[in-house]
């Protein structure tokens, strides 16, 4: 069930609702272009996979943290609490990319991508170094290959945003300028 969750609400789930998106955006007679996916598909990939699942996940290691503790084969630890508090952080940052755009996304996108690459190398790294196989932990588990899928995704997807709308504002910008005689 839980594999099944973190497969949900990490991959299937923003893309879903990305494409919803955009038929919405087609059917009101927006422009739907690259640009337009690119957008929809950070939004809910921040929305949903670092809003709603850090919150849910941070909740569940502040109130469970043996739970949490005992899937990825470590012993338990007052620092799964402190873990626990900083996924709700990222969820609310995450959560606020609802009202917020603009760089706020890269922001919140950069900082919870580079969070879910260094646990994916962590899991790997215990792997080999202490053979823990735990299915919480282990690169053949779902954890290890949702938390890689996830910070690929946010660093991809907020790199290539930015560099989209620097193009659209340059672009923009050069269009204002008056002709020159």
């Known amino acids: 069930m839980f594999d099944l969750f973190k ?15 955009m038929r919405r955006g087609r059917a009101r007679g927006d422009s739907t272009d690259g640009q337009y996916f690119l957008d ?8 949903i996979a670092v809003g709603v699942a850090g919150t849910l996940s941070g909740i569940s290691q502040m109130f469970n943290g043996e739970m949490t503790a005992r899937l990825t084969g470590w012993p338990y630890s007052p620092f799964v609490v402190e873990l626990g ?32 690459g260094l646990a994916a190398y962590y899991h790997i790294y215990d792997y080999f170094a202490h053979s823990n196989t735990s299915a919480g932990n282990s690169p053949l588990g779902i954890v290890f290959w949702t938390d890689l899928i996830l910070a690929i995704a946010l660093l991809v997807l907020s790199a290539l945003h930015a560099h989209s709308m620097g193009a659209s504002r340059g672009a923009a910008r050069t269009s204002r300028r008056p002709a020159v005689r």
């Open 7 to 21: 497969l949900l609400v990490y991959v299937i789930l923003p893309t879903a609702l990305a494409l919803v998106s």
């Open 40 to 47: 929809r598909l950070l939004f809910w990939y921040l929305v």
């Open 85 to 116: 508090f900083m996924n709700p952080a990222f969820g609310i940052l995450g959560l606020l990319c609802i009202r917020i755009k603009g760089t706020w996304w890269y922001a919140v996108g950069v900082g919870y991508g580079i969070f879910m």
